[in-house]
């Protein structure tokens, strides 16, 4: 049987607040505001990331007329980090709880990269219980490794993440320039945003659910996780987001993929690499409070 406990941290003059919910034993964060309409859940990316990274310009736009849960994943930001396979497929069955957990009958999914993915598989499992599903610049759309067979070896040899990430913790402008592999222009970011994410890399464990997760996703021939065969199963009015220069999933994949789910619309954002949420925060502020409104 499934167990539920939960916890909340009212921190003065703060929204969203802090929340925790132990799901069998495994204590997870999160942040909440907001009330209203249909809840809608954030899920972040992996590699380096949590809620607040991802998402925390995100919230206040989206909260102002419905309940807003931003989690932070198992393995990332203040969530537990157990010794357990990181697989998307994992992920999902913890957020099929969190819902459960949450009491929610229906919920909205806004995912970007890993959490993208996640968002996907969860309504192919469950999808009587999403009412929509956005998908930034989503894991889980395709197959096809970006660097090949060098993604591969990397995935064989967490040591080379490890000490790349022990390099970046040690000062605020390598950490700064190790985004570059990821945004289209990383002096676009703000300093907000450099400092949380260097926050996120002292964690002792940062690091560690993606080099398990990289372990069982990436494969010779591509990735494990590959929805593309199942999109027209996809039921629930979908909005998939993409920048234009994303290094890390293409924006064909999104492309791809809205001339298959059945209810589906795309923007591709010009001057975006792959964190879309922190690279043209307005923009993609904008796209999701008119899309959940609807």
Known sequence: MTTYTMATEHPPHFEPVNEWLTVDGLELHYLSSGSGRTPVCLLHGGAVDAATLSW????????????????????????????????????????????DALGFDTVSIVGVSLGGGVGLGYSLREPERV????????????????????????????????????????????????????????????DAVIDEYYRELQHPQAGKAYRRWRRHEVRRSGFRTNYSPRLEEVPVPTLLIHGADDPVFPADWSRNAATRIPDASLEVLSECGHWAPRERTDAVNRLLVDFLSE
Do not use: C, W
Not at 154 to 171: D, G, Q, T
């Open 131 to 190: 009412e929509k599903l956005a998908l930034v610049g989503s894991y889980g759309l395709g197959q096809e490794l970006p660097n090949g067979l060098a993604t591969y070896a990397l995935s064989r040899a967490p040591i080379l993440n490890e000490l790349s990430l022990s390099v970046h913790r040690r000062h605020r402008l390598l950490a700064k320039q190790s985004l570059r592999g990821i945004v289209h222009d990383v002096d676009a970011l703000s």
């Open 56 to 99: 925390g310009a995100t919230i206040g736009p989206l909260a102002a007329d419905r309940r807003v849960v931003a989690l932070d994943m198992a393995g990332y930001g203040r969530s537990a980090r157990p010794d357990a396979s990181y697989s998307t497929t994992f992920h999902v069955d913890v957020l099929s709880a969190v819902v």
